[in-house]
């Protein structure tokens, strides 16, 4: 799994990251509730630089489930990595 490997000492090749973006994306589609779904495939947006879409799914992770301290955490990150100091901020 992409969370699994995201730590790896070896680097992530497109294409494995392209199969777990067609499978997360399947995922979301079943199921549109699950938060843990959107900040995964918000996660790998943010990583093929899709910085938009990476906004858009974690963002429905957080509202989906808004005490859930991983994706809080997963989206300040994400906002200050596109700039948005002061937004990440108020998310920790």
Do not use: W, Y
Request: hydrophobic share 40%.
């Amino acid at each position: 799994m992409l969370c699994a490997r995201a730590g790896a000492a070896e680097p992530l090749t497109p294409e494995f990251v392209d199969a777990h973006l067609f499978e997360a994306k399947r995922v979301v589609a079943l199921d549109q509730t699950e938060s843990e779904s959107h900040r995964i495939l918000g996660s790998i947006h943010v990583l093929k630089r899709n910085f938009d879409l990476g906004t858009h799914h974690l963002s429905k992770a957080l509202n989906l489930s808004p005490n859930d301290s991983h994706i809080r955490i997963r989206m300040a990150r994400h906002l200050n990595m596109i700039n948005q100091s002061e937004s990440a901020i108020t998310m920790t």
